[in-house]
């Protein structure tokens, strides 16, 4: 059968590849089938140590065979296995993906709420270049490309149902293209600066280090450019390991990699990695009224935000035209909306004391 144009990865992409192995630029050899600009099957070069990689469906497979990668296509496959025995691998219910995250049930209720925020961090535009790291699916590459971005979706797994396989069934719906490339996340093989934004559901966690992986995706972005990851759990301060090691029996019992932090945690990794923290929350208090984080404190049983707080975070301009041009403008520079973030001081007390489902926002010096 012909491949269709979705199945492809952009040659525009080779310039920015790099050899996992020494990092050197990769050249196309052999490819066949080239359809214009895009190809779905051939050879990517490495000329300073002469390693190959190939393109396969579509799917650009840059990994070395080290014991880390051996150890991350157990994971792949853990994940699969996973699926299976769930009762979540094809059939009817893949059908689902196509709609995803924008599902009337329980998770997706909340994950689509995180991720209309990341949309509004985003603001996704015609010829945004984002990297996504650990696509899964690729139910957001699928989005965001959707929203005219230039997606590259990473991921260790080229599953047909859920690892990359799938990403390009969801893009090619949507009729729209996406590259992707099944390769480490930890060890991204692009070349340095290649991305305005880098987003991520879920990945962080799944990495080996949080330092790992955000120096890793710190490397591919353009100064000032931002990672964007929501759906990271944050956990209380006062989290027992063994509770830990209990609540996550089921999937390391699948050779699944967690790796779940605190605050603090996460802090320390994104400045060791280089990335400015702009914003570390749960994603229920973004843009949340400062009159609402009063009943939160209620219901989290914290202290509430302090009156000098609460007036420091109430909205200051007034509704009108002019006004809303100018939050247009200031945002399309990449500017949070004004009421993005609650109080700094509340919020650092609330996840240490009750943890949660991050939005982390940083951005690249
Ligand atoms: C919880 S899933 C999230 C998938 C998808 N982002 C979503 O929200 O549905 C975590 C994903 O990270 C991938 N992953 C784990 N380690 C990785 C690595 N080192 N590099 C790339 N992907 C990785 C896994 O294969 C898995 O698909
Ligand atoms: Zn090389």
């Given at each position: 059968?012909?491949?269709?144009?979705?199945?492809?990865?952009?040659?525009?992409?080779?310039?920015?590849?790099?050899?996992?192995?020494?990092?050197?630029?990769?050249?196309?050899?052999?490819?066949?089938?080239?359809?214009?600009?895009?190809?779905?099957k051939?050879?990517?070069?490495?000329?300073?140590?002469?390693?190959?990689?190939?393109?396969?469906?579509?799917?650009?497979?840059?990994?070395?065979?080290?014991?880390?990668?051996?150890?991350?296509?157990?994971?792949?496959?853990?994940?699969?296995?996973?699926?299976?025995?769930?009762?979540?691998?094809?059939g009817?219910?893949?059908?689902?993906?196509?709609?995803?995250?924008?599902?009337?049930?329980?998770?997706?209720?909340?994950?689509?709420?995180?991720?209309?925020?990341?949309?509004?961090i985003?603001?996704?535009?015609r010829?945004?270049?984002?990297?996504?790291?650990?696509?899964?699916?690729?139910?957001?590459?699928?989005?965001?490309?959707?929203?005219?971005?230039?997606?590259?979706?990473?991921?260790?797994?080229?599953?047909?149902?859920?690892?990359?396989?799938?990403?390009?069934a969801?893009?090619?719906?949507?009729?729209?293209?996406?590259d992707?490339l099944?390769?480490?996340?930890?060890?991204l093989?692009?070349?340095?600066?290649?991305?305005?934004?880098?987003?991520?559901?879920?990945?962080?966690?799944?990495?080996s280090?949080?330092?790992?992986?955000?120096?890793?995706?710190?490397?591919?972005?353009?100064?000032?450019?931002?990672?964007?990851?929501?759906?990271?759990?944050?956990?209380?301060d006062?989290?027992?390991?063994?509770?830990?090691?209990?609540?996550?029996?089921?999937?390391?019992?699948?050779?699944?990699?967690?790796?779940?932090?605190?605050?603090?945690?996460?802090?320390?990794?994104?400045?060791?990695?280089?990335?400015?923290?702009?914003?570390?929350?749960?994603?229920?208090?973004?843009?949340?009224?400062?009159?609402?984080?009063?009943?939160?404190?209620?219901?989290?049983?914290?202290?509430?935000?302090?009156?000098?707080?609460l007036?420091?975070?109430?909205?200051?301009?007034?509704?009108?035209?002019?006004?809303?041009?100018?939050?247009w403008?200031?945002?399309?520079?990449?500017?949070?909306?004004?009421?993005?973030?609650?109080?700094?001081?509340?919020?650092?007390?609330?996840?240490?004391?009750?943890?949660?489902?991050?939005?982390?926002?940083?951005?690249?010096?």
């Amino acid at each position: 059968m012909r491949p269709t144009e979705s199945d492809h990865m952009r040659k525009s992409l080779i310039p920015i590849l790099r050899c996992p192995r020494c990092g050197g630029k990769l050249v196309l050899k052999g490819s066949r089938r080239g359809w214009a600009g895009w190809i779905s099957k051939g050879t990517l070069h490495c000329k300073q140590d002469g390693s190959n990689y190939m393109i396969r469906n579509g799917m650009a497979f840059l990994h070395d065979d080290s014991e880390r990668w051996q150890t991350l296509s157990r994971e792949a496959d853990g994940w699969v296995r996973l699926h299976r025995d769930r009762g979540m691998y094809g059939g009817p219910a893949a059908e689902i993906d196509f709609r995803l995250p924008y599902l009337n049930e329980a998770p997706w209720i909340e994950i689509a709420r995180a991720f209309d925020i990341a949309l509004d961090i985003i603001q996704p535009r015609r010829g945004l270049r984002v990297l996504e790291v650990g696509a899964g699916r690729g139910w957001a590459a699928a989005q965001l490309a959707k929203r005219g971005c230039n997606v590259t979706a990473v991921e260790i797994n080229a599953d047909m149902q859920i690892g990359l396989g799938r990403a390009l069934a969801l893009a090619k719906r949507a009729h729209v293209r996406i590259d992707p490339l099944v390769a480490d996340s930890e060890k991204l093989p692009l070349a340095a600066g290649s991305y305005d934004i880098v987003f991520a559901s879920a990945a962080i966690h799944h990495s080996s280090s949080f330092e790992a992986i955000l120096s890793s995706i710190a490397q591919v972005l353009r100064p000032g450019g931002r990672l964007v990851a929501i759906n990271e759990p944050c956990l209380p301060d006062n989290t027992k390991a063994e509770d830990l090691a209990a609540a996550l029996a089921e999937e390391t019992a699948y050779e699944i990699n967690e790796n779940h932090g605190t605050l603090n945690d996460y802090r320390q990794a994104l400045r060791r990695s280089g990335l400015r923290e702009l914003g570390l929350l749960p994603w229920q208090t973004y843009r949340l009224h400062p009159n609402c984080l009063v009943e939160w404190s209620e219901q989290l049983q914290i202290d509430p935000p302090s009156p000098q707080e609460l007036v420091a975070a109430a909205p200051r301009w007034r509704h009108n035209l002019f006004n809303s041009y100018r939050a247009w403008r200031a945002r399309r520079r990449g500017a949070l909306h004004p009421q993005a973030l609650p109080p700094a001081t509340w919020q650092e007390a609330m996840l240490r004391a009750c943890g949660g489902s991050l939005v982390i926002m940083a951005e690249k010096p």
